[in-house]
């Protein structure tokens, strides 16, 4: 009887330890952080035109991450300009950093004539022009899997103008 108790006090202490593991490491999946790193131009062809966005991804957790799917768009003063059109997936190594680049597709006539608009506001009126990528992406841990991870970074003319934008970082890994 003794024995059993034993066995059954041992498992159960193993359960808890198992569960207390998966309850820290979606914890820190769920603060997977990233940094808007830049835009580059990739090219065009016929009316549409490619650029490049890059994310510096960091998981601070014991496991790595794997983003699984994604979609991301880009605005101009809330207007829709480009869209993601390359969907691949991306590994993050734990306690790691991954720099990773989304190919977005946009009209070049429609983007551009926002773009041009934009900075002639700013530099004529002084009004300010909001830029926007944003969008959702899953993410996969393990056994765990967090669906439509917000993704969102917004810079103004000015901002870009002067290059005073630096956001808001993330912590170092520990």
Do not use: H
Not at 60 to 69: A, F, G, L
Not at 70 to 95: D, R
Not at 121 to 129: G, R, V
Request: with cysteine.
């Amino acid at each position: 009887m003794k024995k059993n108790k034993i066995i059954l006090g041992g498992l159960l202490g193993v359960l808890s330890l198992v569960g207390l593991y998966i309850y820290k490491q979606s914890k820190l999946l769920s603060s997977l952080c990233y940094d808007f790193v830049s835009i580059d131009f990739k090219g065009s062809e016929n009316s549409s035109s490619k650029l490049g966005l890059s994310f510096k991804f960091l998981n601070y957790s014991d496991v790595s991450v794997e983003i699984t799917k994604y979609n991301i768009n880009a605005y101009i003063n809330g207007n829709f300009v480009g869209k993601l059109v390359e969907e691949k997936s991306f590994i993050i190594p734990p306690k790691g950093f991954s720099n990773v680049e989304f190919i977005a597709q946009t009209n070049t006539s429609s983007a551009f004539s926002q773009v041009i608009n934009s900075f002639l506001t700013q530099l004529i009126d002084k009004s300010e022009s909001k830029f926007k990528i944003k969008g959702v992406a899953s993410v996969r841990m393990g056994l765990i899997e967090i669906n439509d991870y917000p993704l969102e970074w917004e810079w103004n003319t000015n901002e870009i103008l002067l290059n005073l934008k630096s956001g808001d970082k993330c912590p170092q890994i520990t």
